[in-house]
DNA sequence: GCAGGGGCTTCACCGAGGCGAAACAAGCGT
DNA sequence: ACGCTTGTTTCGCCTCGGTGAAGCCCCTGC
């Protein structure tokens, strides 16, 4: 992810330009002069003269909300089996929502099938193969959120965001 | 729209609070001290010292973004029953005057159908598949405006616009 | 290398219940 | 008298949770 450094007043023409592409842009403005303002959250500016460490600063969570628009912004489970990411949401029903709630709590985490186990089941488990159907369930609903459930063979199970693998190990 | 203050790194705890709240701030940061750093596009920070005008500048884009986060056309319904968004309107009878209103309170949110009942018919409900039809009826009514009565099974209702919603996978 | 087995995935199916919607029957105000 | 609103019945679909069974993948023992 990149972010565009732009000169204020002395490239404005330019900070239209980036603007209108929607890039990430932080802008530099010299003493004695108002800056541009907008309530773009992808820009922002800064007074010079300022220190390396708070342009750093400034670029980093600029790369973090260019890049961060789509990816890693925490799932949000409330008491009513609503899960919601980046706008959209589905409902779980009662047991896809207990199970849900120890994924999110040990996120990007491994949950054993146990612990899952006793979270969906408090008074026991009727059937050995019932987690496992209920996995591949709250798999698909959780998929049109970019929600990905791995598998960690003989460990348990793990809640993540979706990446683009760059290749399957095929 | 307001936004809050907070010194940092003297206020650490008040700013937990305030980013639980949701709640739009601007992070003020003494020379010498790394900011903290966010992707939420509610929170900025600035290098003290810094100017007045440097100090108003940032608090209006974070109002600005503040405002934009809560306005997101919301539907509104006067006392008469009738309902506008975006220019267009339509008008409700009593009963689903009555069910809009804790809906549109609850915007977004799952609204049970206990609440609905009572809100619908606070002398009690007349028989048990009343609110099912009156939120069919609703449903058609609201249509023309692109506002649509979600069902979240057995939870309850959750009124939103009419976005393409992401199906379940077949 | 090959066969066996455990762990995991997925499908098909069933029963129970939640929910949707059409059709019908009043009641009410204008 | 007419149209709009409200309540009721009824039929049928879809979802949810659970079960059995088939198949795949990887590890392991031989």
Chains 1, 2 share one sequence.
Not at 20 to 30: K, T, W
Not at 88 to 101: D, I, K, N, T, Y
Not at 149 to 170: F, K
Request: hydrophobic share 45%; no cysteine; aromatic share 4%.
């Amino acid at each position: 992810m990149h972010v565009e450094l732009v000169r204020w007043p002395a490239e404005e023409e330019r900070l239209a330009e980036v603007r209108a592409a929607g890039l990430a842009r932080l802008v530099l403005v010299p003493e004695g002069v108002a800056p541009p303002l907008t309530a773009d959250p992808l820009e922002d500016w800064i007074r010079l003269p300022a220190t390396d460490d708070d342009v750093r600063a400034r670029l980093r969570v600029l790369e973090d909300r260019a890049r961060g628009a789509v990816e890693d912004d925490r799932p949000e489970l409330d008491e009513n089996g609503l899960l919601r990411l980046g706008g959209q949401w589905v409902s779980l029903p009662p047991v896809e929502h207990r199970l849900m709630g120890v994924l999110l709590d040990r996120y990007r985490a491994v949950v054993s099938r146990d612990a899952l186990a006793r979270a969906g089941w408090p008074d026991g488990i009727p059937g050995r193969n019932v987690l496992d159907v209920h996995i591949v369930r709250l798999r698909r609903r959780l998929a049109p959120l970019g929600l990905v459930i791995r598998t960690v063979r003989s460990r348990g199970y793990l809640l993540e965001q979706g990446r683009v693998e760059a290749a399957t190990g095929s």
